[in-house]
């Protein structure tokens, strides 16, 4: 069995149409939008909307961990545009979810990240897209759970969610053999970024089941540039699948 895995693909269409070539199954852990790019600041929903020089701004801020700052200014570039922000917002992002979707490889298991938004998703799954959050489903003989979404930021990303409400889903998926998240587990090494500089939120829930019921392998993504792509907790390997929007390759998990 052989099982191709991705997360944060934000926005790469082309890599994603060639992810799942020679794999028996496909799992993606989310994070499809590309709201902002750190990297290439003309790229991006904020950058097709309001230019490069604002997108140069808002970047800059958020680098500087000046939120209230960023916040302000992206006020003021919505409210520089001609009605309701939100059908602006609503048609760049349906605009990434078709491309997306379009060459999505099937047979594929799907769970939200961060930055999506779930209530979209339905309007563009094809045959053979399964969408799990707190769910269990078996492929090849083992059991995977799925957990998706992130915890409360100052970024204030669109799918973020109480500690509660997140650990209620992890609870729901209880022992499986695989658990697939979006974010990683709360282990310091894991969540911080060594490009960004800061500590990404993690789960303490997602933690507490690793050591409760021992999973062969915790699957997910969000850290872009870990300082560890991979912790041990007793017989569980955690493993942060990779900034697929950066490498274009997907990990491959086979027995």
């Known amino acids: 069995m052989r099982i191709h895995v991705v997360s944060d693909v934000h926005g790469n269409v082309d890599a994603l149409a060639r992810a799942g070539d020679g794999a028996d199954a496909f799992i993606c852990l989310g994070d499809l939008i590309l709201f902002v790019d750190y990297e290439d600041h003309?790229?991006?929903?904020?950058?097709?909307?309001?230019?490069?020089?604002?997108?140069?701004?808002?970047?800059?801020?958020?680098?500087?961990?000046?939120?209230?700052?960023?916040?302000?200014?992206?006020?003021?570039?919505w409210g520089?545009?001609?009605?309701?922000?939100?059908?602006?917002?609503?048609?760049?992002?349906?605009?990434?979810?078709?491309?997306?979707?379009?060459?999505?490889?099937?047979?594929?298991y799907l769970t939200y990240g961060n930055v999506d938004i779930p209530q979209m998703w339905g309007d563009y799954l094809r045959d053979g897209h399964r969408v799990l959050d707190g769910e269990v489903?078996?492929?090849?003989?083992?059991?995977?759970?799925?957990?998706?979404?992130?915890?409360?930021?100052?970024?204030?990303?669109?799918?973020?969610?109480?500690?509660?409400?997140?650990?209620?889903?992890?609870v729901a998926v209880g022992k499986v053999d695989v658990l697939c998240c979006h974010i990683p587990p709360a282990v310091p090494e894991l969540l911080y970024d060594t490009v960004a500089r800061r500590f990404e939120r993690g789960s303490e829930a997602v933690l507490r089941a690793i050591r409760e019921t021992q999973?062969?392998?915790?699957?997910?993504?969000?850290?872009?540039?870990?300082?560890?792509?991979?912790?041990?907790?007793?017989?569980?390997?955690?493993?942060?699948?990779g900034h697929f929007r950066a490498s274009g390759m997907p990990y491959v998990l086979s027995w």
């Open 42 to 77: 003309g790229q991006g929903i904020f950058a097709e909307l309001f230019g490069q020089e604002n997108a140069d701004r808002f970047i800059a801020l958020r680098t500087q961990k000046r939120f209230d700052d960023a916040r302000d200014f992206s006020r003021q570039m």
């Open 215 to 241: 999973p062969h392998y915790v699957l997910f993504g969000h850290v872009h540039q870990p300082l560890a792509r991979r912790v041990r907790i007793g017989r569980t390997e955690c493993i942060n699948v």
């Open 80 to 108: 520089s545009l001609e009605g309701p922000a939100w059908p602006h917002i609503e048609g760049a992002v349906r605009r990434q979810y078709a491309a997306l979707f379009e060459v999505m490889p099937a047979p594929a």
């Open 137 to 170: 489903v078996e492929i090849g003989g083992r059991t995977f759970g799925f957990v998706g979404g992130g915890l409360r930021t100052e970024y204030r990303t669109p799918y973020e969610l109480d500690d509660e409400v997140y650990a209620e889903k992890v």
